[in-house]
Nanobody
Framework: QVRLVESGGGLVQAGGSLKLSCAASERTFSSYVMAWFRQAPGKEREFVAAITWNGGSTYYLDSVKERFIISRDNAKNTVYLQMNSLKPEDTAVYYC?????????????????WGQGTPVTVSS
């Protein structure tokens, strides 16, 4: 069992920054792919970013490339999402997710464990 707890969401002005954190309870958390998804009201769940277990590869939604940075600290069983130059269209509930499978990174149904989400609101 893996429990994920997100934090760091909030209200920010357009152009501002937030850093999300996701802490996992599992002892061997370093074995998992770690990812962030988001879901805005009335929208489908959307892949945002992912990072392989050793941090060797990262993946991003095109609209957040060059603005968001995903990273992980395996010693702390934690994944981060640094969000810069935030836009109103980034407003959503952001969810942390993890899995072991690496055949696909962007399909939400392939992820094994999910956090409860942390809301991010970007005002203009």
């Amino acid at each position: 069992q893996v429990r994920l707890v997100e934090s760091g969401g909030g209200l920010v002005q357009a152009g501002g920054s937030l850093k999300l954190s996701c802490a996992a309870s599992e002892r061997t958390f370093s074995s998992y792919v770690m990812a962030w998804f988001r879901q805005a009201p009335g929208k489908e769940r959307e892949f945002v970013a992912a990072i392989t277990w050793n941090g060797g590869s990262t993946y991003y939604l095109d609209s957040v490339k060059e603005r968001f940075i995903i990273s992980r600290d395996n010693a702390k069983n934690t994944v981060y999402l640094q969000m810069n130059s935030l836009k109103p269209e980034d407003t959503a509930v952001y969810y942390c997710a993890v899995k072991r499978d690496i055949t696909t990174m962007t399909f939400w149904r392939t992820y094994d464990y999910w956090g409860q989400g942390t809301p991010v609101t970007v005002s203009s």
